[in-house]
């Protein structure tokens, strides 16, 4: 029974499947026991054995590579402490143990340093093919860059010269504005001088006895389509009579009326008038006396008449 | 089981002994006729090949760095190498905080290791030490073999193995401790 429990103890502590103060005690338990120590490197042994029956599985290439290149990394370096002749001796040492290193190195010649090599020669290969990549890349990147910048180059200048041509434009532009105004303003001012030259003055006569005494001037603004007559001496009309004012078109197959005109006192008389209708040509000015309210066409006598 | 006098058990000493001296050839020629099983028992433990690889790697550098450290009068390189690659697998699964996820992950597949793999090609050694091998654990009752390879591959504690074979927990020392000596028995025959 004891041994019974000590061999479970120490198939458990074989398999590490004693937590930590168990294995501690059976530790101590080892020290005072050899026996102990040899039933548990034996059941390791045939535990072990157990790793020959599994599937086989072919180790990935590269770990001896790794192995051996960090430990490589991690060896420390040991500089010398003697004088500078012992120094070169030092090298010649360091120098001969690379030599050796290098031929065991060599010696490699096992699966593993091959699949390693071929591994590192794919991925050689691939890194290069991807630099080659990028640098076609990276050249092609260049060249569009060069251009945009040609580019941008060209559209400055044209913008300066847009911006030259603008300022210029405004400066004509203002100056043609200022131009403008300047005509207009001739213009303006040769139209009322063309204007007061186109006022036409007429001076009516009397065309009978009656109205000898009297004076009337008429002035025409064609522009305007109408004018002013100032009369002096006239007579009222008889009760039932109105005199009225006439424009005699050439254009026009009948004196245009310009309105009945107000009832005179004999005194002097200001009357503004616009004839019924367009008048091209203000020939002449008839005055006539119609019966109140006046009449569409001349009807009674004309009294007083322009040349 | 290998003993003293096994010329590979002897190839093995020489080369771990050269390599303990720093010797890169040695410890390559090594690493070449040990990698591949225990590169499967890592993948076997951890069902995954990218940590069976880091572990592989670990293994071999602790190897490398520590090779002054093996006893030939203990055990054999292989069984040295075996037991290192392992116990850097179970620190793995034991250190991860997620460790149901991690047994999940290492999905069991019982009795992987008395059913033969004989579809890939091996070496004509290697199948000679795999039959003889299969002969030896052919005569161990199930559920000795059974508890012995959750215990050994598995990374469990025995409580757990208890817990994951639904038996009790002496019941479950008891087979390990008579499935190794079985074993034991049956390597000693074989060899």
Redesign the interface.
């Known amino acids: 029974m004891k041994d019974?429990a000590r061999?479970?103890q120490a198939?458990?502590y074989?398999?590490?499947?004693l937590?930590e103060p168990e294995a501690g005690q059976f530790r101590a338990a080892m020290q005072r026991d050899s026996e102990l120590?040899v039933l548990v490197?034996?059941?390791?042994?045939?535990?072990?054995?157990?790793?020959?029956?599994?599937?086989?599985?072919?180790?990935?290439a590269g770990?001896?590579f790794?192995?051996?290149g960090?430990?490589r990394a991690e060896a420390p370096i040991a500089f010398p402490r003697e004088t500078r002749a012992s120094s070169r001796h030092g090298w010649s040492w360091a120098l001969a143990a690379s030599v050796v290193?290098g031929l065991?190195?060599l010696?490699?010649n096992?699966?593993?340093?091959r699949k390693a090599g071929s591994v590192l020669r794919a991925r050689h290969a691939a890194d290069e093919a991807r630099n080659a990549e990028l640098v076609a890349k990276l050249t092609a990147t260049e060249a569009q860059e060069r251009a945009l910048s040609e580019k941008i180059d060209a559209l400055t200048a044209e913008q300066r010269r847009f911006g030259e041509n603008l300022a210029l434009l405004e400066t004509t532009r203002q100056g043609l504005l200022a131009e403008r105004d300047t005509l207009r303003e001739q213009v303006k001012n040769l139209q009322t001088r063309d204007a007061l030259s186109q006022v036409k003055i007429a001076t009516l006569k009397a065309q009978v006895d009656a109205y000898a005494r009297v004076i009337a001037v008429a002035v025409w603004d064609p522009e305007r389509q109408s004018g002013v007559m100032t009369v002096e001496n006239l007579p009222r009309p008889v009760i039932g009579k109105d005199y009225q004012l006439w424009v005699i078109d050439p254009r026009s197959p009948a004196p245009v009326s310009a309105g009945v005109m107000p009832s005179g006192d004999g005194e002097s008389l200001r009357v503004a008038f616009k004839p019924a209708r367009h008048i091209g040509t203000a020939d002449k000015f008839a005055v006539s006396v119609e019966n109140k309210g006046g009449s569409p066409t001349p009807q009674g006598p004309i009294v007083l008449l322009s040349k | 089981m290998s003993s003293l006098a096994d010329p590979e058990r002897q190839v093995d000493c020489d080369l771990l002994a050269r390599a303990a001296q720093q010797d890169e050839a040695a410890f390559a020629e090594f690493y070449r006729r040990t990698s591949d099983s225990l590169y499967a028992l890592a993948l076997k433990m951890l069902n995954d090949p990218k940590e069976a690889e880091d572990v592989l790697q670990e293994g071999f550098t602790y190897m490398w760095r520590k090779g002054q450290s093996y006893d030939a009068a203990r055990s054999s390189p292989f069984t040295w190498a075996v037991m290192i690659v392992r116990h850097k697998a179970i620190d793995r699964i034991r250190s991860r905080d997620r460790r149901s996820r991690t047994l999940e992950k290492a999905s069991f597949e019982p009795s992987a290791f008395v059913t033969m793999d004989t579809a890939v090609p091996v070496d004509a050694d290697r199948r000679n030490e795999r039959e003889h091998l299969g002969q030896a654990l052919a005569g161990i009752p199930d559920e000795q073999k059974e508890a012995v390879e959750l215990a050994f591959f598995s990374g469990l504690t025995h409580e757990q193995i208890a817990e994951r074979l639904g038996a009790p927990l002496g019941t479950v020392k008891a087979r390990i401790r008579r499935g190794l000596l079985r074993l034991r028995e049956c390597l000693k025959g074989a060899a």
């Not at chain 1, 490197?41 to 990935?60: H, I, K, M, N």
């Open positions: 019974e061999e479970e198939g458990l074989a398999l590490g499947l937590d120590q490197d034996e059941f390791q042994e045939s535990a072990a054995a157990l790793v020959r029956t599994l599937p086989r599985a072919e180790a990935p770990v001896l790794r192995v051996l960090e430990n290193l065991g190195l010696a490699l096992t699966v593993e340093m």
